[in-house]
């Protein structure tokens, strides 16, 4: 049962019960007019509505108005006493989180409702004092779940089509109404009509960037930026990591009823480590282009604060913000810089790692973090219970069939040659030991030289020279790498499968 109708039946419950104060948490005053509106009709009783613009009205009834000009509590007074069982819903409550005269006269009219075996019922959705709410029931209406949504953009839909081109099928309005997950329905009608106006119509294309607009919302957080995505991102090799994304996509998609009816949650994250070069960091841009969400990267390393208090608040601050723009993709780069502690560490990185640890476990929201690490032995061994990253995968120096991937990648885009497979097969061997980086690097000191000196100045000798330029990670570091490839083998998921002999 949706959310909505849980809090209308709660809500009805209550008024039957003659509760004195029922409080809906709500930041939407129109949906919640609009229940009240169905619990009027339903138990064909008069609630009485006020806001400061309609004044005094009832509900499922036009024939009634008044304008009392002024605060309501005195009209509510003198109802609850003229009238016994009375339904009376404030729409515009403020101020009701301090002990002022404002509320101690709210108390008196609760008193009076009491008496008098009527409801008050408070639509807020700030905090209320305890004084308030010890004299009745509290319900949350939550933003519209995944039906209501899908219920929302089908009706817009079927407002704009043949006015404007719509390409959605049921699957795409599905996916937007995913991605417009922890919207209100103003802005969700708001978002569409901006979407619809400005690309002259409903795209399929389009429809990622619809999370996107989340963080437009929301005020900035210095520690998390938002990165730009290519849809069309390729990314060479690592098609173990991308057999398991394309699995867990749908599972992070799927609707809130069906994780429920197979108690599942969506997947949390991955924990990348492995030899530097080979495509952790442009991992998490992956993961975003496949995925179709936008990417935030989250430097945890600078809610650190002198002041007593500040990295504890900014760190809740940064949380807070991320799952404000959920759905997305969280990318927190060389994670054990950050939440490294040792026995001796300070308190303040103790409860710092102690918020995150808490949210990553905890959060609802649906956030995929890609945690990339050069050295995963400094990071605390809690980050790895089970249920805080769904998986952790090694990133090894590329394999051969990786290599001539990333080489006929980078050979078309940036010096815009295809070569013969003999000469591919020359430049895949004389690069074993390579990263992915250090192809990159050689590749792109060819297309220098051809900027500056001409197209014609490069050619096959060009290329092979830059590549045997090259000195390899494995050559310069190692002992380091040995270790770092000892550590994944025995302890990761492999990101790249295995060549076949």
Same mark, same amino acid.
């Given at each position: 049962?949706?959310?909505?109708?849980?809090?209308?039946?709660?809500?009805?419950?209550?008024?039957?019960?003659?509760?004195?104060?029922?409080?809906?948490?709500?930041?939407?005053?129109?949906?919640?007019?609009?229940?009240?509106?169905?619990?009027?009709?339903?138990?064909?009783? !008069?609630?009485?509505?006020?806001?400061?613009?309609?004044?005094?009205?009832?509900?499922?009834?036009?024939?009634?108005?008044?304008?009392?000009?002024?605060?309501?509590?005195?009209?509510?007074?003198?109802?609850?006493?003229?009238?016994?069982?009375?339904?009376?819903?404030?729409?515009?409550?403020?101020?009701?989180?301090?002990?002022?005269?404002?509320?101690?006269?709210?108390?008196?009219?609760?008193?009076?409702?009491?008496?008098?075996?009527?409801?008050?019922?408070?639509?807020?959705?700030?905090?209320?004092?305890?004084? &308030?709410?010890?004299?009745?029931?509290?319900?949350?209406? !939550?933003?519209?779940?995944?039906?209501?949504?899908?219920?929302?953009?089908?009706?817009?839909?079927?407002?704009?089509?043949?006015?404007?081109?719509?390409?959605?099928?049921?699957?795409?309005?599905?996916?937007?109404?995913?991605?417009?997950?922890?919207?209100?329905? &103003?802005?969700?009608?708001?978002?569409?009509?901006?979407?619809?106006?400005?690309?002259?119509?409903?795209?399929?294309?389009?429809?990622?960037?619809?999370?996107?607009?989340?963080?437009?919302?929301?005020?900035?957080?210095?520690?998390?930026?938002?990165?730009?995505?290519?849809?069309?991102?390729?990314?060479?090799?690592?098609?173990?990591?991308?057999?398991?994304?394309?699995?867990?996509?749908?599972?992070?998609?799927?609707?809130?009823?069906?994780?429920?009816?197979?108690?599942?949650?969506?997947?949390?994250?991955?924990?990348?480590?492995?030899?530097?070069?080979?495509?952790?960091?442009?991992?998490?841009?992956?993961?975003?282009?496949?995925?179709?969400?936008?990417?935030?990267?989250?430097?945890?390393?600078?809610?650190?604060?002198?002041?007593?208090?500040?990295?504890?608040?900014?760190?809740?601050?940064?949380?807070?913000?991320?799952?404000?723009?959920?759905?997305?993709?969280?990318?927190?780069?060389?994670?054990?810089?950050?939440?490294?502690?040792?026995?001796?560490?300070?308190?303040?990185?103790?409860?710092?790692?102690?918020?995150?640890?808490?949210?990553?476990?905890?959060?609802?929201?649906?956030?995929?973090?890609?945690?990339?690490?050069?050295?995963?032995?400094?990071?605390?061994?809690?980050?790895?219970?089970?249920?805080?990253?769904?998986?952790?995968?090694?990133?090894?120096?590329?394999?051969?069939?990786?290599?001539?991937?990333?080489?006929?990648?980078?050979?078309?885009?940036?010096?815009?040659?295809?070569?013969?497979?003999?000469? &591919?097969?020359?430049?895949?061997?004389?690069?074993?030991?390579?990263?992915?980086?250090?192809?990159?690097?050689?590749?792109?000191?060819?297309?220098?030289?051809?900027?500056?000196?001409?197209?014609?100045?490069?050619?096959?000798?060009?290329?092979?020279?830059?590549?045997?330029?090259?000195?390899?990670?494995?050559?310069?570091?190692?002992?380091?790498?040995?270790?770092?490839?000892?550590?994944?083998?025995?302890?990761?998921?492999?990101?790249?499968?295995?060549?076949?002999?």
């Amino acid at each position: 049962m949706s959310n909505y109708k849980v809090t209308m039946k709660e809500v009805k419950n209550y008024i039957y019960a003659r509760t004195p104060l029922i409080i809906i948490q709500s930041s939407e005053r129109e949906r919640v007019e609009r229940m009240l509106t169905a619990i009027s009709k339903e138990l064909m009783a !008069d609630v009485y509505y006020y806001t400061s613009a309609k004044q005094v009205v009832k509900l499922n009834s036009n024939d009634y108005s008044i304008d009392i000009d002024s605060d309501p509590i005195s009209y509510m007074s003198s109802i609850f006493r003229k009238k016994r069982g009375t339904v009376f819903a404030y729409g515009d409550v403020k101020k009701i989180s301090e002990d002022t005269m404002y509320t101690r006269d709210l108390i008196n009219v609760l008193y009076l409702a009491k008496e008098s075996n009527s409801t008050l019922i408070l639509i807020t959705n700030d905090k209320v004092i305890q004084q &308030i709410t010890q004299f009745g029931m509290i319900s949350k209406l !939550d933003y519209p779940d995944d039906g209501e949504r899908c219920a929302l953009i089908q009706k817009f839909i079927t407002a704009y089509n043949g006015r404007y081109t719509v390409e959605w099928d049921d699957g795409d309005v599905f996916r937007a109404s995913t991605l417009l997950r922890g919207f209100t329905e &103003i802005q969700i009608e708001n978002i569409l009509s901006n979407e619809i106006v400005s690309e002259g119509g409903l795209y399929k294309k389009n429809i990622y960037t619809l999370a996107g607009q989340k963080s437009r919302l929301y005020s900035s957080v210095s520690s998390i930026q938002q990165v730009d995505v290519d849809i069309g991102l390729e990314v060479a090799g690592l098609e173990n990591l991308k057999d398991w994304l394309e699995e867990k996509r749908k599972v992070f998609f799927a609707s809130d009823s069906e994780l429920k009816r197979f108690g599942l949650e969506t997947p949390k994250g991955i924990l990348l480590a492995g030899v530097p070069g080979c495509g952790k960091s442009y991992s998490a841009k992956m993961v975003a282009a496949l995925w179709e969400l936008p990417l935030f990267r989250f430097d945890i390393g600078s809610v650190y604060d002198k002041w007593m208090g500040e990295s504890e608040r900014k760190m809740k601050e940064a949380l807070e913000f991320i799952d404000n723009v959920s759905p997305c993709v969280l990318w927190v780069d060389e994670i054990e810089k950050a939440l490294a502690v040792s026995d001796g560490g300070n308190d303040t990185s103790k409860r710092i790692l102690g918020q995150f640890l808490f949210w990553l476990q905890e959060s609802k929201s649906r956030v995929f973090m890609t945690a990339t690490a050069n050295d995963i032995t400094k990071l605390p061994s809690e980050l790895f219970r089970k249920g805080r990253f769904s998986e952790i995968f090694f990133i090894d120096l590329p394999t051969a069939s990786e290599r001539r991937s990333a080489i006929e990648q980078y050979t078309k885009k940036c010096l815009h040659i295809k070569f013969r497979e003999e000469q &591919i097969q020359k430049l895949v061997d004389i690069s074993e030991g390579f990263s992915f980086s250090e192809i990159e690097y050689a590749i792109k000191d060819t297309a220098q030289q051809m900027l500056i000196y001409g197209e014609h100045s490069v050619n096959m000798q060009t290329i092979t020279d830059n590549f045997l330029k090259v000195v390899p990670i494995i050559k310069r570091d190692e002992e380091a790498i040995t270790g770092i490839r000892a550590w994944g083998n025995e302890r990761a998921v492999p990101a790249h499968k295995d060549e076949e002999v």
